[in-house]
């Protein structure tokens, strides 16, 4: 049996080689493996400003944000500690202090320099 490596996007160990690329059944993901693969590398997320953001970093919110199914606003200046990058329309997960957890757009924050 060949040793071959696991998916690159989703981790899988089940790749199986298709001429000169890999297949991953259980992401479909195709790739091959001669190739660099920088495009599969987390994706690229910035700040209103053009900022990178990365796992961890802190933000502050620049403009007043309705909390859907509330009543509730986060005003600007709110300060967000230790966000979590995902990928969709909303790509920052975070905790706010008083709020709970949310989903913020990137577009609506501003990294902070500690």
Request: charged share 30%; aromatic share 4%; glycine share 8%.
């Amino acid at each position: 049996m060949q040793d071959l490596p696991p998916c690159p996007k989703c981790e899988s160990i089940y790749t199986y080689q298709e001429n000169l690329i890999l297949i991953c059944p259980e992401c479909g993901h195709e790739w091959n493996p001669e190739e660099e693969t920088n495009s599969l590398d987390s994706p690229l997320f910035k700040d209103a400003h053009g900022n990178e953001l990365k796992d961890g970093d802190s933000v502050v919110v620049i403009k007043d944000l309705k909390v859907k199914g509330s009543s509730t606003v986060v005003k600007v200046g709110t300060k967000v500690k230790n966000i979590r990058l995902v990928d969709g329309d909303h790509d920052i997960d975070c905790k706010i202090k008083g709020i709970g957890p949310m989903q913020l757009k990137s577009m609506y924050v501003k990294k902070v320099t500690e």
